[in-house]
């Protein structure tokens, strides 16, 4: 059975901190494949700034190009909006039966785990590769049993920061990938 960690976002955009998380997934977790699942709209934030789901997509698929264990996974934007974990998951279980789903999570997600669509479902099925986020402390005791604490190394960077760089015209060859900043100019995204 193939093991493939999910790897949930919007990826607006995608960032070296993506990257080098997938990257020590896919190699120190036990994957086979890290997928890139880009969500259309997270039912727990705000849509603001989100550009289109398909340049986001495009953006992944740029980024990866070169790093065959990795994936850019569309599912999310033929689904129902907002998209819920548990619903893609039962979509991509029946699409490839032949794959075992692990969630990649930061910490931040897993203290918030519960308010998620049928969590006991989620947790119960499918195991949770928790990696660390800086300032949050993981409770081993409250843990879902299908649940392993990654020692993945903490990279703090965030999309929206990147985006207001761009926005004032700064260049961020070691934040975004060159291809991805490529597609970024050339398609005016984030001015």
């Given amino acids: 059975m193939q093991q493939v960690g999910l790897f949930f976002g919007s990826f607006n955009p ?14 120190f977790e036990g994957l086979d494949e890290v997928w890139f699942v880009v969500s259309p709209q997270n039912p727990f934030k705000e849509a603001t700034d989100l550009i289109d789901a398909q340049h986001r997509l495009e953006m992944v698929h ?3 190009q070169h790093y065959p264990r990795l994936k850019a996974e569309a599912i ?5 909006v907002p998209s819920y974990t548990i619903d893609t998951l039962r979509a991509l279980s029946k699409l490839h039966p032949t794959h075992r789903f692990h969630i990649i999570m930061g ?7 519960n308010r998620w669509k049928e969590a006991d479902q989620l947790v119960g099925h499918f195991p949770l590769l928790v990696y660390p986020r800086k300032g949050y402390e993981m409770n081993n005791a409250l843990l879902p049993p299908l649940c392993k604490v990654t ?23 070691f934040f975004v990938s060159t291809p991805v900043m490529t597609y970024i100019k050339k398609n005016n995204l984030y001015h």
């Fill in 76 to 80: 999310e934007l033929s689904l129902p």
């Fill in 62 to 64: 740029q980024a990866i």
């Fill in 14 to 27: 995608i960032h070296i901190g993506h990257l080098a998380l997938a990257n020590y997934m896919a190699e």
């Fill in 107 to 113: 910490e931040d997600n897993i203290h918030h785990i």
């Fill in 151 to 173: 020692q993945a190394p903490v990279v703090e960077m965030a999309s929206s920061d990147i985006r207001a760089w761009i926005k004032s015209g700064k260049e961020l060859p």
